[in-house]
């Protein structure tokens, strides 16, 4: 587990640093990227510290208010990245749709208006949920069957009524990921049906490319994280899949950008021979 956190913190600070020195990568696309990256160094950071610390330093112990702070940083953060991977869809959406005019809608100041937005949503939707959880009484078993404070085991463990909290909290994983799932499978409809109109094979292949990294990344975070949050069930089977959202695909989406991307490819290279090249002298 700290050689996947080493991994995954150094891989998506890698993609932050070479989107900021790199002018080719300074685009809406990428700096969207590095936004999801950013977002996801926190969301392992509030869990796997932790995590080592129960596992290396048998550190099983997490205090009231400690629980619930992790547990209101992680829903955030996780609702942010799903209306960031649709802010996102929105960019490639109309980068497709809408080449010409791409680069006036596209400016700076949208882009940052499009990257706070779900950092907003993403404090607002829980809040409601984390209230009404931390309103619950904890007299019984003070055991969390997870690796992290999360609502679904720490409503098992409340001695009072949890029907109204669990309601609330399967309302706000709807706004939380079905939500933003339905969004941007709906952009993604809207550019296979552009995509499908162009005559060239090329230029089908070339649309196509541009939107291929970020499907997979939010094919394989939307797959679990909706299993697990839109029917919470607390088995061993949703621990799986939390730990595959939470830290498996913050863990290969450095991989998946860089492995499939051609720009981050040829900026990474020019970068390597910009370092023999100062290194010669």
Known sequence: MLLVYITCVSGNLSIICLVRVEPSLHTPMYFFISTLAATEMMCVSCIIPNLLANLI???????????????????????????????????????????????????????????????????VTPVISFIFTAKLEFCGPNKVNHFFCDFAPLQSLACSDTFIAKVISNCGALVAVALPFITTVGFYIHIIVI???????????????????????????????????????????????????????????????????????????????????????
């Not at 208010?65 to 802010?87: H, K, M, P």
């Not at 051609?262 to 023999?276: E, G, H, T």
């Open 57 to 123: 330093a048998a550190k099983d112990r997490i205090s009231f208010i400690g629980c619930f702070t992790q547990l209101f940083a992680i829903s955030s953060l996780g609702t942010a990245e799903c209306y960031l991977l649709a802010v996102m869809a929105f960019d490639r959406n109309l980068a497709i749709s809408s080449p010409l005019q791409y680069s006036s809608i596209m400016t700076q100041t949208l882009c940052i208006q499009l990257a706070v937005l779900p950092v907003i949503v993403g404090i």
């Open 195 to 281: 995509i499908s109109k162009l005559n060239s094979i090329e230029s089908k292949q070339k649309a196509f490319s541009t939107c291929s990294s970020h499907l997979t990344v939010a094919g394989l975070f939307y797959i679990t994280a909706s299993t697990v949050y839109v029917v919470p069930k607390g088995s061993d089977y949703d621990r799986f899949l939390s730990l595959i959202y939470t830290v498996i695909t913050p863990l290969l989406n450095p991989f998946i950008y860089t492995l499939r991307n051609k720009d981050v490819k040829r900026a990474l290279i020019k970068s390597r021979r910009l370092k023999l090249f100062r290194g010669s002298f």
